[in-house]
């Protein structure tokens, strides 16, 4: 089965901060995706999640929008709207897991797709059902390396 992954915010915020615990992990799981073909699906929260993030971290307005609109263009990215139905399945999964409401919408998103979820934050790798596959971005780097095509010699 192909690898399907819902990225936190905090592994884009990570991958850009080199000062943040995560960083060279985040980095390395980023540039193998952009060469892997692997799909990602995000909440549409996700650019103005990061945006936000890198501001309040001590960038420019300038340079956390440009970063945020990167976001959009990546490759084989789908971003799902926030709409009425997955508002309401997210607040359950905030009630029910005792997640933060970001958390639960890109929980939510993984639990749809039925995509693993990538993520630095404790509470979501920790609180996720047992349904939603969560992982840090090493081991993601590890799963995505395994399913690598092998190159013959």
Same mark, same amino acid.
């Given at each position: 089965?192909?690898?399907?992954? *819902?990225?936190?915010? +905090?592994?884009?915020?990570?991958? $850009?901060?080199?000062?943040?615990?995560?960083?060279?992990?985040? /980095?390395?799981? #980023?540039? =193998?995706?952009?060469? +892997?073909? *692997?799909?990602?699906?995000?909440?549409?929260?996700?650019?103005? !999640?990061?945006?936000? =993030?890198?501001?309040?971290?001590?960038?420019?307005?300038? !340079?956390?929008?440009?970063? %945020?609109?990167?976001?959009?263009?990546?490759?084989?990215?789908?971003?799902? +709207?926030?709409?009425?139905? #997955?508002?309401?399945?997210?607040?359950?999964?905030?009630?029910? $897991? +005792?997640?933060?409401?970001?958390?639960?919408?890109?929980?939510?998103? %993984?639990?749809?797709?039925?995509? *693993? #979820?990538?993520?630095?934050? /404790? !509470?979501?790798?920790?609180? =996720?059902?047992? !349904?939603?596959?969560? $992982?840090?971005?090493?081991?993601?780097?590890?799963?995505?390396?395994?399913? =690598?095509?092998?190159?013959?010699?």
């Amino acid at each position: 089965m192909a690898l399907l992954l *819902t990225l936190d915010a +905090s592994l884009f915020v990570a991958a $850009c901060r080199s000062p943040e615990p995560g960083f060279a992990a985040s /980095r390395a799981l #980023l540039a =193998a995706l952009r060469n +892997s073909g *692997t799909p990602l699906v995000e909440p549409a929260i996700l650019p103005v !999640e990061t945006a936000a =993030a890198l501001r309040r971290a001590g960038h420019s307005a300038a !340079e956390a929008l440009e970063y %945020a609109t990167a976001l959009l263009a990546l490759p084989r990215l789908t971003l799902v +709207s926030v709409d009425e139905p #997955l508002a309401e399945r997210a607040a359950q999964m905030a009630a029910t $897991c +005792s997640l933060r409401g970001a958390d639960a919408l890109y929980v939510t998103v %993984a639990a749809l797709y039925d995509a *693993t #979820l990538v993520t630095l934050d /404790r !509470e979501q790798l920790h609180r =996720a059902p047992r !349904e939603v596959q969560t $992982c840090t971005p090493e081991t993601a780097l590890s799963l995505l390396l395994k399913q =690598a095509p092998r190159r013959p010699r």
